[in-house]
């Protein structure tokens, strides 16, 4: 084997971070799904003490990673800020679940949502992810992005805000922008974009993707693209349409074939 390849890989080993891998994250996100939702939990809890021990396990573990990924002497901070935040988080979740089950006729009840429904698996992941971008942790929210992106096929980056009651309908093939911005009571179904439009490296830290505001429904396979396109609250934006410009509050856009 040619020499220059091993000092080059030799090289690479010695120059390598910390990453935590995929699997230890998703145990994680999964020990925390089981405490928030009972329906995830294969344990049963007969004691509030119990459930206080689960999330110190929880809280353990992510201090460890994230110690290893940011290598400072603010991990305590971070953790703990993290769980503060977690009530709140926690609320929005319950809201995205009523959201689906009163957005999806076929949802049986909020209980089968939880536990079944790929929108709020994606969502969980994304909440949590989004806490700890917010936190500018490196690595983690984009692990965490991209394990729910492999088991649901919906895509959601990390730095999206996204308001209360989002609902996801189906979701396969969703993806959904850095910089997208979503408010209240959005639905959108299978094969959206939120995207950007071509951009240049440069403009990493612009507002590269949609603003989507209140009450809006974007059916399966749209396409909107831009940080200056605003999608105007109440408005309903229809199958396969390609939107680079603003809509008006209230509007119905449609695909013209």
């Known amino acids: 084997?040619?020499?220059?390849?091993?000092?080059?890989?030799?090289?690479?080993?010695?120059?390598?971070?910390?990453?935590?891998?995929?699997?230890?994250?998703?145990?994680?996100?999964?020990?925390?799904?089981?405490?928030?939702?009972?329906?995830?939990?294969?344990?049963?809890?007969s004691d509030i003490s119990e459930i206080k021990s689960k999330l110190v396990q929880v809280k353990s573990k992510l201090k460890k990673i994230i110690k290893n990924l940011n290598n400072t002497d603010n991990t305590d901070a971070l953790v703990s800020q993290f769980f503060d935040n977690l009530p709140t988080v926690y609320e929005s979740l319950l809201k995205d679940a009523e959201a689906i089950c009163k957005g999806d006729p076929a949802a049986f009840d909020i209980q089968e949502v939880i536990r079944i429904y790929p929108g709020f698996l994606a969502i969980y992941y994304h909440r949590i992810a989004h806490e700890f971008y917010k936190m500018n942790i490196n690595y983690l929210p984009r692990i965490l992005s991209e394990n729910v992106h492999s088991k649901t096929g919906i895509d959601i980056h990390p730095g999206a805000k996204i308001g209360d009651y989002f609902c996801i309908d189906h979701g396969t093939g969703i993806v959904i922008g850095e910089t997208t911005t979503i408010g209240n009571w959005v639905k959108?179904?299978?094969?959206?974009?939120?995207?950007?439009?071509?951009?240049?490296?440069?403009?990493?830290?612009?507002?590269?993707?949609?603003?989507?505001?209140?009450?809006?429904?974007?059916?399966?396979?749209?396409?909107?693209?831009g940080g200056k396109t605003i999608i105007g609250h109440h408005s309903i934006v229809g199958g396969n349409t390609w939107l680079t410009r603003s809509v008006a509050p209230n509007s119905k856009t449609y695909y013209k074939g």
């Open 188 to 225: 959108i179904y299978q094969g959206v974009t939120l995207g950007a439009l071509s951009v240049e490296k440069g403009m990493a830290k612009t507002k590269r993707h949609p603003t989507i505001n209140d009450h809006v429904v974007i059916y399966a396979g749209a396409t909107i693209l």
């Open 1 to 45: 084997m040619d020499n220059t390849l091993l000092q080059k890989l030799f090289n690479a080993h010695q120059n390598k971070r910390f990453i935590p891998s995929r699997n230890d994250i998703g145990t994680i996100m999964n020990d925390l799904l089981g405490v928030l939702f009972p329906q995830h939990a294969d344990y049963e809890i």
